[in-house]
């Protein structure tokens, strides 16, 4: 299946700031790559498609302005947490599409703790 | 969007035992995944269905997709320590958002008696 990191794998920020959150691709070219969201002991939500050279599509009730995707290039999608609050703390984590693209591989994941 | 149910929520076993899990929807998926997740790590593909009907195996692991194509179901043999985890069941979307990814389980927390 297909490598993925991220980058960091943990992070502890003061409320207000701003954090980044990188996504690689590391073993082939990912044209769409996906975000997730997880809260302690709950299944992983679906945040936002990144696309490759164009805007990201995100899910419902997701504000598309205080979680900002950049897919710059192929091995690289990135997600800015904007103005973070407490209620921000989760685990993100990113994936991308296998050969077949209802696969889906997935990165180590980064911890956010908003203080 | 869609919803996943599975079951059971948890597991308590003994080594060695069988393990078996499964998930239902409500509406129709062409593609069924398995993945098991550790703490605070990613989740790993276990298995991919893409076929009603199908059977696929994956070591001690086996899988199979429903024939209404509204359910799947996962087994573990011979339960190790490592098998530790939790186990999601996932379907491609659309997720009701237009974002199009994955729509995940709530997850089966395997925990393991020795």
């Known amino acids: 299946g297909a490598v993925v990191s991220q980058h960091p794998s943990w992070v502890i920020c003061k409320s207000g700031t701003s954090v980044k959150i990188e996504c690689r691709s590391l073993?082939?070219?990912?044209?769409?790559m996906f975000w997730y969201r997880q809260f302690p002991k709950q299944s992983l939500m679906l945040m936002a498609t990144?696309?490759?050279?164009?805007?990201?599509?995100?899910e419902q009730g997701v504000e598309k302005d205080k979680f900002l995707i950049n897919h710059a290039s192929l091995t690289l999608s990135t997600l800015t947490v904007t103005s973070a609050h407490p209620e921000d703390s989760s685990f993100y984590i990113c994936?991308?599409?296998?050969?077949?693209?209802?696969?889906?591989?997935f990165g180590p994941g980064t911890r956010l703790t908003v203080l | 969007g869609q919803q996943l149910n599975q079951s059971p929520q948890s597991m308590f076993i003994q080594e060695g035992e069988d393990v078996s899990m499964n998930c239902t929807s409500s509406?129709?998926?062409?593609?069924w995944l398995w993945y098991k997740q550790e703490p605070g790590e990613g989740p790993v593909l276990l298995i991919a269905?893409?076929?009603?009907?199908e059977l696929t195996s994956n070591g001690r692991l086996t899988a199979q997709f429903g024939i209404t194509r509204k359910d799947s179901f996962l087994n573990i043999s011979a339960s190790i320590p490592s098998d530790v985890g939790i186990y999601f069941c996932?379907?491609?979307?659309?997720?009701?958002?237009?974002?199009?990814?994955?729509?995940f389980g709530k997850g089966t927390h395997l925990i393991i008696q020795p």
């Open positions: 269905l893409y076929k009603a009907g």
């Open positions: 990144s696309n490759e050279g164009s805007k990201a599509t995100y």
């Open positions: 073993d082939f070219q990912a044209t769409t």
């Open positions: 994936s991308e599409a296998g050969l077949s693209y209802n696969e889906q591989f």
């Open positions: 509406s129709i998926f062409n593609t």
């Open positions: 996932a379907g491609p979307g659309p997720t009701g958002g237009g974002a199009d990814g994955l729509t």
